[in-house]
């Protein structure tokens, strides 16, 4: 991405998510200051505003030019207006941006979360190189982010690379690909399961082999569609990759065209705030 006397210009970014709230002052593309806290997911819309403007004022370090939103739902980019928020059902409906443009008297920009991730990975982070790649966040849910051709592809509504909703098995790949896996069919969240695996707890260390392998059916899907040359991994599972890895691979190898997936890079991105940054650069 080209510099421009504006990327020198303070700006936060937000980075909204089922679990937490993280917001970041961003100047020249780097994140300076950040904060985190709880989602309060199952509160109405104006426990949910409260807990944005407190994230934001938390990092506020002076005057700034704009705020960037990442929704782990759809937006109408243009109105800014929130739907389809699963996670997070007080949100939907919300005219977020007028209501931060009011708070705050600046330009607000609102997109989907995966997107704001994949923007951060690919123009300031480890995927700058590629021109054609996906952004998979494994949290609380699984979102995708697609970079195609250079650019960000959105979509009517920032619908597009919504993965976790595909069919698969007697759900959808959100609930084998994302913490879902672990409370389901486990009944343990999946940071109780990586401290167990950090303690070689041999059933822990099952638990993240089958992930993989869940995850690696998600990567054939994603690559069977887009062909990609890398998907990047965000959200708090990614921390584990060492921990999955290996199965995902097996069953990525286990791909019909394999000159396609020969030079596929699959990794986590190089900082998991980059979503802060990348929400910051939709201002």
Aim: proline share 5%; glycine share 14%; aromatic share 8%.
């Amino acid at each position: 991405m080209q510099n421009s006397p504006l990327q020198k210009i303070p700006k936060i970014g937000i980075d909204i998510g089922g679990t937490k709230i993280s917001t970041g002052w961003v100047e020249n593309n780097k994140l300076i200051k950040s904060f985190t806290l709880p989602t309060p997911a199952k509160s109405g819309k104006d426990e949910i505003l409260k807990a944005i403007l407190q994230a934001v004022n938390a990092v506020t370090m002076g005057k700034f030019s704009g705020i960037g939103v990442g929704i782990p739902g759809l937006v109408d980019t243009k109105s800014g207006v929130v739907y389809d928020v699963q996670n997070i059902p007080s949100l939907t409906g919300m005219a977020l941006k007028s209501k931060l443009e009011t708070v705050f008297h600046c330009p607000v920009e609102i997109n989907n979360d995966a997107n704001c991730f994949a923007l951060g990975a690919n123009y300031f982070g480890n995927g700058q190189q590629y021109r054609n790649m996906v952004g998979l966040t494994l949290g609380t849910g699984l979102g995708g982010g697609l970079i195609l051709n250079g650019k960000l592809y959105e979509g009517v509504g920032t619908g597009a690379g919504e993965l976790g909703f595909l069919p698969y098995r007697d759900g959808t790949l959100e609930h084998y690909c994302s913490g879902q896996f672990f409370t389901r069919k486990y009944g343990l969240t999946g940071k109780k399961a990586s401290g167990l695996a950090a303690g070689n707890d041999p059933e822990a260390l099952e638990m993240f082999a089958q992930y993989g392998r869940h995850l690696g059916e998600a990567i054939k899907i994603i690559v069977h569609i887009f062909a990609p040359e890398a998907v990047l991994l965000g959200g708090s599972i990614s921390t584990n990759f060492h921990l999955f890895e290996k199965s995902m691979w097996e069953v990525v190898h286990d791909f019909p065209y394999e000159h396609v997936v020969e030079h596929l890079v699959v990794k986590p991105a190089i900082a998991p705030e980059i979503a802060l940054v990348g929400a910051a650069s939709l201002v």
